[in-house]
């Protein structure tokens, strides 16, 4: 593949964090920005309590909103959880799946990764699957082997047009929150794999199409020799999404780097 299939592709995954004054300001902060960095797609994946809220700032804008999971059931007595057509009623249209630090501290397998992604797609959400290894694991030898698992065990019943929907994320659990960043090569090398098995899986057209983001430890300042990496699509940012400038900035790196492929 020659250069990008598609415009950069940046998502803002603000975790635990914001009130909703904060959250608002950021997301029209960020809505504000759009039309200067098309044609990058832009999400944002704020906690449930201002799903609303942003959705009501980015309304009109070129910014997409995303929530930060969901139960893979539709209704029910599911304390605590939240159903994908909860999502999509409050103006979602991705949601993330597998986050490593679902999978770390709340119990998320590759099966429920899973049972998450088919309940997003069924309710008509784009799923975020989140997958990466663990330091352990790369200093193993095992990271290929990992994702290869994760790929298996949760998207391996999913038809061409479902996996046509997901966006991929790849994260290594050992590079997130820590600054400690995936070198362009090492990140490269893990997104042209999941590109291979994607391509194994459901040919060429799908492969080529698949975005597939990175995302541990992203900044304006590494955002364009990522980019650069051709298998690289965009980014899930963490940290420096919290910030409209730290946000704005790697999407605008991106499509430096993407604007000298043309
Ligand atoms: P980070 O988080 O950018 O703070 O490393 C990324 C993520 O967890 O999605």
Not at 109 to 120: F, L, S
Not at 143 to 156: F, S
Not at 162 to 171: D, H, K, Q, S, T
Not at 223 to 242: C, M, Q, R, T, W
Request: glycine letters at 12%; charged letters at 25%; a negative charge.
């Amino acid at each position: 593949m020659a250069g990008h299939a598609r415009g950069p592709f940046v998502a803002g995954n603000w975790k635990m964090n914001l009130t909703l004054a904060g959250a608002v300001d950021l997301a029209r902060k960020v809505a504000a920005a759009g039309p200067e960095l098309r044609p990058c797609d832009l999400l944002l994946i704020p906690p449930f309590t201002s799903l609303g809220a942003v959705g009501a700032a980015l309304a009109g804008s070129d910014v997409a909103l995303g929530a930060q999971d969901l139960f893979w059931e539709d209704a029910g007595a599911f304390t605590g959880e939240v159903s994908g057509p909860m999502l999509r009623d409050a103006g979602c249209a991705y949601v993330l799946v597998g986050h490593s630090e679902r999978r770390l501290h709340f119990g998320e397998t590759d099966e429920t990764v899973g049972r998450r992604a088919r309940a997003a797609l069924k309710a008509g959400l784009r799923p975020v699957v989140c997958v990466g290894e663990v330091l352990e694991e790369r200093e193993g030898g095992r990271t290929m082997a990992r994702i290869d698992d994760q790929i298996a065990r949760g998207l391996g019943a999913l038809s061409r047009d479902e996996i046509e929907r997901l966006v991929w994320a790849y994260e290594p659990v050992w590079a997130i929150g820590t600054g400690r960043t995936a070198s362009p090569a090492q990140a490269g090398e893990v997104h042209a794999h999941i590109r291979r098995r994607i391509e194994e899986g459901y040919g060429k057209a799908t492969a080529s199409c698949a975005i597939i983001l990175y995302g541990g430890s992203v900044k304006p300042a590494n955002s364009y020799p990522l980019f650069k990496e051709e298998n690289i699509d965009g980014f899930l940012v963490g940290g420096a999404s919290l910030e409209a400038e730290g946000f704005i900035g790697i999407a605008r790196e991106a499509l430096r780097a993407y604007r000298e492929e043309k």
